[in-house]
């Protein structure tokens, strides 16, 4: 039998499994949304990619194919995606990255993320009745951090890049400049912001036809003054973005609505290059972004929060193994709202947060057969010195023993529904990743505290968890995905599903996935979810159950004795290739 005959069997029984199927087989447990396309892996030998475009693994791709290295295709695929996807991510926007050098071994963190500007306050969200006023943080000028992706993605290629900056840019100007039909991701987010984007002069000129409503699926959408600005970009470098006609532009539009964000901001910016969380899970090395990402250090507790539970022999997706996977993002995100911050603003026990002791004494609070309400979850008691399937991710690996994993994003659809006029650039919303009160929630729902308020120069908590994996000092996987809260919840499911249950990594993404976020107080499920019989046991449990899609797209690379392959999340119209 031939391998295309037997990977075509293997499929259609994967998406027509039926309810016989035993509780531990995976099979019975593809999310809906998860069958939209084939879930067999690409494969190759030099080097594999996985992004949410198509237009951006191209761009991937071609860097290769012309000589260039895993940090020009990355660089290449992340301005193109910031053409392609301008509802979740753009240049107006940040990230994280987290790659591995082949040539050294070294593992790098970089953070590129927005930062608030030198004007920002701490209460400047608060009414007169000291409360927060709804929608201020996420819609508007006030809601704009400084951007830190064009100055992060050319400062990692000037270090470890080897083409011409210009060949790096020339995928996404062309992208910005001819067009692309618009796909039905981007017509759903056009369609919701629509309202919002219409408040906005330069916002109607892009994305509204014509004759009037915002641009269908199929239309054609045209970039021309951001191919302007990436033009610009390619011929100056960062200062023709920090101290060109855009920093000029937004500052006056700045000034003009009122907001804090001036051009000084943009040049006073620094990219920080920090240590990146390493830990030890089932004999593989992990390495992902530290705080101010809370994304890779709840990955890490997540995982071994749940190490010692032998989750395969309860079965996968069973009511137990949900309920222990359920009490651990419960306990991480409690965490997350007393703990994590800017680790330049306030201290922040990684270390303390990552020990056994305290993994061991958290998972000893989780009843046996009961659901925990919210108000029973409190983060863990630790001595600390005093002190929205928006966003988009790549992965990228090659045959040298190079990784990157990088998270990019400008927070909302359309972030804060502004366009800087004559250059084409989507403003984020990154603003509303602070607390804009203790114990207030975001627009993903989650609840921050002290440690995440907004100062002057501040980076706001993010749930973005780019993380790589080895295996005998050997890569293994690069992971990540975007989607708000939820991203924690989807990487860290991932790599249990691959690790613990032994699931090939493409079932692992397409399975039906879970998300509790301690606040609000609901299991979320994947229809059509693990079986009635299981949600019952649940709801019996005690668990707010709700069957609903977990807007989370996942996109990984892996290698294995020599083999690299590379999944894009079938949820999602993102692309695979590898040769």
């Not at 061991?360 to 929205?388: C, F, H, N």
């Not at 968890?465 to 860290?492: F, N, Q, W, Y």
Request: proline share 6%.
């Amino acid at each position: 039998m031939s391998k295309a005959l037997k990977n075509s069997i293997c499929l259609f029984f994967l998406l027509t499994a039926c309810q016989s199927k035993p509780p531990g087989s995976s099979s019975l447990f593809v999310a809906q949304g998860a069958t939209k396309r084939e879930l067999l892996p690409a494969e190759g030998r030099r080097y594999a990619i996985s992004t949410q475009g198509d237009f951006a693994t191209r761009a991937g791709r071609e860097m290769f194919e012309s000589g260039g290295n895993l940090i020009d295709a990355a660089v290449a695929a992340s301005f193109v995606i910031a053409v392609e996807r301008p509802h979740s991510t753009g240049i107006g926007g940040g990230g994280f990255m987290v790659f591995r050098d082949g040539k050294t071994a070294r593992v790098f963190a970089v953070d590129f993320r927005e930062r608030a500007p030198a004007k920002a306050a701490k209460n400047m969200f608060l009414g007169r009745d000291g409360r927060p006023v709804k929608g201020l943080s996420e819609n508007g000028v006030l809601a704009v951090a400084v951007p830190g992706l064009v100055a992060g993605l050319l400062e990692i290629h000037e270090r470890f890049g080897s083409l011409p900056r210009q060949k790096i840019l020339r995928p996404a100007i062309d992208l910005a400049e001819k067009g692309f039909p618009v796909y039905p991701a981007l017509a759903e987010a056009l369609k919701e912001q629509g309202p919002l984007l219409a408040r906005d002069a330069a916002a109607k000129k892009i994305f509204f036809s014509k004759k009037g409503p915002v641009l269908g699926e199929g239309e054609t959408l045209v970039q021309a003054d951001l191919g302007k600005t990436l033009r610009a970009i390619a011929a100056g470098g960062r200062k023709a973005f920090d101290d060109g006609a855009f920093a000029r532009a937004l500052d006056s539009l700045s000034k003009k609505s009122g907001g804090v964000i001036r051009a000084s901001d943009l040049k006073n910016y620094r990219v920080l290059w920090r240590e990146p969380l390493r830990d030890q899970y089932r004999g593989f090395e992990v390495y992902s972004m530290p705080p101010p990402s809370s994304g890779g250090l709840h990955v890490l507790q997540f995982l071994k929060f749940l190490a010692n539970d032998r989750l395969a022999d309860k079965g996968f997706l069973s009511a137990e193994s949900i309920h222990l996977e359920a009490s651990a993002l419960q306990s991480a995100f409690a965490d997350r709202a007393t703990y994590l911050g800017d680790p330049d603003f306030v201290n922040v026990p990684v270390r303390e947060l990552l020990s056994a002791d305290y993994l061991q004494k958290r998972r000893a609070e989780v009843p046996k057969d009961r659901a925990r309400r919210a108000d029973e979850v409190r983060a863990g008691e630790l001595t600390v010195r005093s002190e929205s399937t928006e966003t988009t991710h790549l992965s990228i690996i090659d045959s040298e023993g190079g990784m990157v994993a990088t998270t990019q994003t400008i927070n909302g659809w359309f972030g804060a529904g502004l366009v800087v006029g004559g250059t084409g650039v989507v403003l984020n919303n990154e603003m509303d990743d602070f607390s804009a009160q203790t114990g207030a929630q975001n627009m993903f729902g989650a609840v921050g505290g002290e440690a995440n308020s907004i100062a002057p120069g501040k980076t706001p908590l993010s749930s973005m968890s780019p993380t790589l994996l080895l295996k005998d000092g050997k890569p293994r996987l690069a992971i990540g995905a975007p989607g708000g809260t939820r991203i924690i919840s989807c990487v860290a499911q991932t790599i249990l599903n691959h690790l613990e249950f032994a699931l090939p990594l493409r079932e692992s993404i397409a399975a039906v996935r879970l998300h509790h976020q301690w606040k609000p107080d609901v299991l979320s499920l994947d229809p059509p979810g693990p079986g009635e019989k299981t949600v019952q046991e649940l709801r019996r449990m005690g668990y707010r159950v709700e069957l609903k899609p977990v807007p989370c797209n996942v996109m990984a690379v892996s290698q294995e004795n020599g083999l690299l392959s590379a999944v894009s999340d079938p949820r999602d119209i993102g692309t695979a290739f590898a040769r």
